[in-house]
């Protein structure tokens, strides 16, 4: 039987539900005394001036909209930050370079034509684990504009070509991008972040290459069949990919107490892709350890094992709580997921999720997806505490 | 429903958090609702989702638009899509999470996947259905964030490109890019399955 990928999508999503009176009422009487809601004046009774003024921003193009459109949102999701306009701007202006054109990558101009697309390298950036790969595409006129809206074409949509990318080292490479900037009619900016399958695995110097085979151009309407632009073309690009082309290592040498356990926080690595937290604990090895970060705003602590692999079950909605899951830790037993993990830019504390995901790792790996600029960064946060790195010796490795 | 925009304007501009959240609920909770179920796809961790999703705008109240009454579709659409944008990142932490816990998609996460009744309809057919759409959840959670973030958004939320766009402050380009990408990469996976798609 065939089917339909949109029609599957669609009844995948096709779930109805009705809140209970209970449920609404648990949020209307909820105990906001917490957090100080509990007098506050809800704004959206502002008057009828300030509806206008607020909507004269978002018809004009206002403020926040032109900053938060040059570093990617997911960022801002993973530092607890999408929701705030003002501080998204901040970090826009400090943290992270904002342009391709970032003069610590590499920008071999790398350039390939065939039917009348030119696909030329930009800008490539690695380290151990991460590449970054930006390139610009020109689309000839006999291309119909590639973006455009639909006001001028019933058939709007964006054209999109399709990568592989292989290093001559031979670890599998996975990727996921898009569209960076919209040039011109013919223009457009794609850029890639490119990982290693495991994280075991690493992206080691040699020769990238990338490959493009189709150019489509994918419709407005949320369809299956593309438009075929160009096909079967050779659009083969290689650089030489030069691994860890910048990155600080911080000697932390601290010890973070957690409940009745010690880690040790080792060091910190941060490239402009990436971040990773090299930990250890006093007398306890962290081998096999599965730690899982559980949070129940109103559920008991669970503790619980799998077999041989000791499967601790962390609550950390607190400290309060991080400290009871401590206290039930059987002997021999330790934590070693940091569920608050920050980086911070410019004195500005910056949540961020960090994990070990599975199995009993030592350290905490984080991937950017924007290129970081280290000279913003003046401290981070492990599990609660925070610490300036300003005063932490590192080393540059280049 | 309960009007309260009336009680609201009763009260002279009614300044109370709680009557605020009553309109709130009244104007988009029940499409909220829809999305947790859809995002969750099991009850318990919708109501959970809903309560957060809620508590959380009522936090950031500041971006919610006035609404004075239900004519007001334009304001109600904008705080809409803000409790679906909030609702959206939420699960998607809490998923993660979740994800260190579990392995596999278990049958109870997808409890609210009913498939339509139809009694021409052969077993057979339906039992693969459901199947399919199973493992169709299991992709989709597996997508890279980026990706499934619009394919929520899209196809759980309604959204329009143009209003993905916004509540994900990416251009409207990126938002098509992505959700090409996403279905592209589902179709891979289903057919790796051994589904013909």
């Known amino acids: 039987m065939k089917y339909d990928i949109e029609e599957l999508l669609e009844e995948n999503m096709n779930i109805q539900g009705t809140p209970s009176r209970e449920l609404n009422e648990r949020i209307l009487y909820h105990d906001r005394g917490g957090n100080g809601m509990q007098n506050k004046k809800f704004v959206k009774y502002m008057p009828k001036v300030a509806v206008a003024a607020f909507a004269a921003i978002v018809v004009t193009g206002g403020i926040g909209y032109a900053a938060v459109n040059l570093w990617d949102r997911s960022v801002a999701e993973d530092f607890g930050v999408a929701e705030d306009p003002e501080m998204m701007r901040e970090m826009n202006e400090k943290g992270f370079a904002q342009q391709p054109q970032d003069t610590r990558a590499q920008s071999d101009q790398v350039s390939a034509t065939d039917k009348g697309i030119t696909v030329t390298l930009k800008q490539t950036l690695a380290d151990e684990h991460s590449a970054y790969v930006c390139y610009e595409v020109k689309y000839g006129d006999q291309y119909k504009a590639v973006a455009q809206g639909r006001e001028k074409h019933p058939d709007y949509g964006i054209a999109m070509p399709w990568a592989e990318f292989q290093i001559d080292s031979g670890n599998s490479l996975n990727y996921c991008g898009g569209v960076k900037e919209v040039i011109d009619d013919h223009t457009i900016l794609y850029e890639d972040f490119i990982t290693t399958s495991k994280m075991e695995d690493t992206l080691n110097e040699g020769k990238m290459k990338m490959s493009l085979s189709n150019f489509t151009m994918d419709r407005e309407k949320a369809d299956s069949k593309p438009i075929v632009m160009a096909k079967d073309g050779n659009w083969n690009l290689s650089w030489d990919l030069s691994v860890g082309s910048e990155k600080r290592v911080y000697h932390l040498d601290q010890t973070l107490s957690l409940g009745k356990n010690r880690v040790v926080l080792k060091d910190l690595t941060i490239s402009p892709l990436s971040y990773t937290l090299t930990l250890g604990s006093e007398g306890v090895s962290l081998n096999n350890v599965f730690a899982v970060v559980k949070e129940h705003s109103d559920g008991d602590i669970a503790l619980d094992k799998n077999g041989d692999m000791k499967v601790i079950r962390y609550v950390r909605t607190n400290e309060e709580k991080a400290d009871r899951v401590m206290e039930k830790l059987p002997k021999g037993q330790t934590l070693c997921s940091l569920d608050t993990v920050a980086l911070c830019l410019d004195g500005k504390v910056f949540d961020c999720m960090g994990g070990m995901g599975n199995g009993g790792r030592d350290y905490v790996y984080r991937q950017f997806d924007k290129v970081l600029n280290l000279e913003k960064v003046t401290g981070t946060r492990v599990a609660g505490k925070y610490i300036d790195l300003k005063s932490v010796p590192y080393d540059t490795v280049k | ?197």
Request: glycine letters at 4%; aromatic letters at 8%; hydrophobic letters at 35%.
């Open chain 2, 1 to 197: 429903m309960r009007n309260t925009i009336n009680v609201i304007m009763e009260k002279e501009g009614g300044d109370s958090l709680q009557d605020a959240a009553q309109l709130l609920i009244d104007t988009v909770g029940d499409d909220v609702y829809h999305f947790c179920c859809r995002l969750t796809r099991n009850r318990m961790d919708a109501d959970d989702l809903y309560q957060d999703t809620f508590l959380k705008a009522l936090e950031k109240q500041s971006r919610l638009e006035t609404v004075y009454d239900m004519g007001q579709t334009e304001s109600i659409r904008r705080n809409r899509n803000f409790l679906m944008g909030i609702a959206a990142n939420l699960w998607k932490n809490q998923w993660r999470k979740k994800k260190r816990e579990q392995k596999h998609v278990s049958i109870e996460d997808t409890e609210f996947f009913e498939l339509p009744s139809s009694d021409e309809e052969d077993m057979q057919i339906r039992l693969e259905r459901k199947e399919i759409q199973q493992r169709l959840t299991v992709h989709i959670r597996a997508l890279p964030e980026k990706l499934k973030m619009v394919v929520y958004l899209f196809y759980a939320a309604e959204m329009r490109t143009e209003e993905i766009a916004e509540t994900l402050h990416i251009p409207k380009g990126t938002v098509k890019s992505r959700l090409y990408l996403a279905r592209a990469r589902l179709k891979d996976n289903l057919e790796a399955d051994g589904y013909e798609i």
